[in-house]
C-alpha cells in the first residue's frame, strides 16, 4: 500500500555530481524523518543524510559539505545532492520514510529498492 521509489543513480567520474530523488506513495497520512542510506559491496548500511518534516538535517560526517539534503512535503518526495564524488562513494543508495498511513496508525519505516551510484574514470 505504500512505496518509494529511488531514482537518479548512474556512473560519474570521481569529482562530479549527481542528484538522486525518491518519493513515497500510497495510503500515506504523514511522513516524518525521510533518510537516505548506503550499501557499499562488503559493507554494513549506513546512514547518509535524514532530514525531519520540519526541515532539520543531520549528516554523515564522511558527506558533511558535500551532500544537501531536501524534501518537499506537498510531493512526499525527498532528494540528496551529491557534490565532489569521489571513488568511496559508490554503493547503493536507499531511501527511508517513517511514516504512518492512517491517523491512528503508529510510525513504520518504509525502503526503497536503491539505486547504484558509481563513481568511477
Known amino acids: 500500500q505504500v512505496q518509494v521509489v529511488e531514482n537518479g543513480g548512474g556512473l560519474v567520474q570521481p569529482g562530479g555530481s549527481l542528484r538522486l530523488s525518491c518519493e513515497a506513495f500510497?495510503?500515506?497520512?504523514?511522513?516524518?524523518?525521510m533518510a537516505w542510506y548506503r550499501q557499499a559491496p562488503g559493507k554494513q548500511r549506513e546512514l547518509v543524510a535524514n532530514?525531519?518534516?520540519?526541515?532539520?538535517?543531520n549528516y554523515a560526517d564522511f558527506v558533511k559539505g558535500r551532500f544537501t539534503i531536501s524534501r518537499d512535503n506537498e510531493k512526499n518526495m525527498v532528494y540528496l545532492q551529491m557534490m565532489s564524488l569521489t571513488v568511496e562513494d559508490t554503493a547503493v543508495y536507499y531511501c527511508?520514510?517513517?511514516?504512518?498511513?492512517?491517523?491512528?496508525?503508529?510510525?513504520?519505516?518504509?525502503w526503497g529498492q536503491g539505486t547504484q551510484v558509481t563513481v568511477s574514470s
Open positions: 527511508e520514510a517513517d511514516l504512518s498511513s492512517w491517523p491512528w496508525d503508529s510510525v513504520s519505516d518504509y
Open positions: 532530514i525531519t518534516s520540519k526541515g532539520s538535517t
Open positions: 500510497g495510503r500515506i497520512f504523514s511522513i516524518h524523518t
